[in-house]
Structures are given as structure tokens and as C-alpha cells.
């Protein structure tokens, strides 16, 4: 009876990265639909019977090798919750990061024009997160007088156009907030 106990005990110490990750993912990346409705559930049931398995099928191991085993699976219930997240618009979770991870390396080929003639597309080739990046770069030659607005956007943001520095992060998507945010952290 002890060993069951302690082994549920893994068990949920081992599901709290997957709910700390969907914490992160609803923060980051928000726009998910009615998908998250169903996958959250879904995904959190697989990564539930993925680490049960594991733990299952590894308890009479001793504490190192029982952690060193469970540890790849943690891993993997990681990715799965960051792969399934379902997104309604945007390109998928490791596509957009990989997008991010692309226009912070790159900080220093974006120019102006990343910026000034971005306009949104559905088909999610890395623009926007160019647009928060470039954003960043060129912040003091965005004019302040309510002429531009975000993302180049009228229709949508019309109500919110740039009209001092302060006020940009929090008008910008989520995860572009998380990138201004790495560029202000990074002192670029």
C-alpha cells in the first residue's frame, strides 16, 4: 500500500509540467477557439497515461534510475502539450517559437520595413513576430502622435493607435509582449 501512495505521489509530481505549460500556453499563446475546450482535457489524459505507464512499468527501479527513466517521459509529456495546443489562426505553438527564436537571432538584419509595411496574414510565415522584434528595434522612431497604429491595423486596433512608448507592450499579442519583454531583458 505504501509503494502505491508513493508511486501516485510521482505521478502528480510528474503532471505538474504539464499543467505548468498549459498555464504558460494560455497566457502566450491565447487564441486558441473552442479547441482548447477539447484538446486541454485530451492531452492532459495522454501525458496521465504516458507517466502512469512509466511509473507503473519502472517502480521497483531504485530512486536514481526511477528518475533517470521517468525524466525522458516528463520531457515528452512536455512536447506533447506544446505540440497538440491547438491554435485557431496562427500557425502552431513550435512554429510560432521557432518564428520568435528566428527574429530575436536575427535582431540585427530587421529593418523598418519589417515594421512600417507589415500586415497580417493567416498563413503564419514569421511576420508578426519580425513586426514585435523590428518594433522593438526602431521604438523611437515610431511617431507618438496617433498616426500609426498596431500591427498596421485600422480596422482592428483603430481604437488603440501608438501614441507613447509606454503603451506599446501591452497592446501587442501575447507572445509578442514575450518577445519585446527577452529584447528589453537581452539590452538590445
Not at 58 to 80: A, D, E
Not at 96 to 115: C, E, K, P, R
Amino acid at each position: 500500500m505504501r509503494t502505491n501512495r508513493r508511486n501516485l505521489i510521482y505521478a502528480l509530481i510528474a503532471l505538474l509540467p504539464t499543467l505548468f505549460m498549459f498555464h504558460i500556453l494560455i497566457t502566450l499563446f491565447p487564441y486558441t477557439g473552442l479547441g482548447r475546450i477539447l484538446v486541454l482535457p485530451l492531452v492532459f489524459i495522454l501525458n496521465a497515461v504516458l507517466i502512469i505507464s512509466v511509473i507503473y512499468l519502472i517502480r521497483k527501479l531504485g530512486p536514481l534510475c526511477y528518475t533517470l527513466v521517468l525524466l525522458p517521459f516528463i520531457l515528452l509529456s512536455i512536447w506533447n502539450t506544446i505540440y497538440f495546443y491547438p491554435q485557431e489562426f496562427s500557425p502552431s505553438i513550435p512554429k510560432q517559437i521557432s518564428y520568435s527564436i528566428s527574429a530575436i537571432n536575427h535582431y540585427d538584419d530587421l529593418t523598418m520595413v519589417d515594421w512600417e509595411r507589415y500586415t497580417f496574414t493567416a498563413n503564419g510565415n514569421g511576420d508578426s513576430e519580425r513586426y514585435a522584434a523590428a518594433l522593438y528595434k526602431y521604438k523611437h522612431r515610431v511617431p507618438l502622435d496617433g498616426s500609426l497604429y498596431f500591427y498596421n491595423d485600422t480596422d482592428f486596433h483603430k481604437d488603440s493607435p501608438i501614441k507613447n512608448l509606454n503603451g506599446i507592450p501591452p497592446e501587442l499579442y501575447p507572445h509578442h509582449q514575450f518577445i519585446w519583454w527577452l529584447l528589453k531583458t537581452l539590452n538590445k
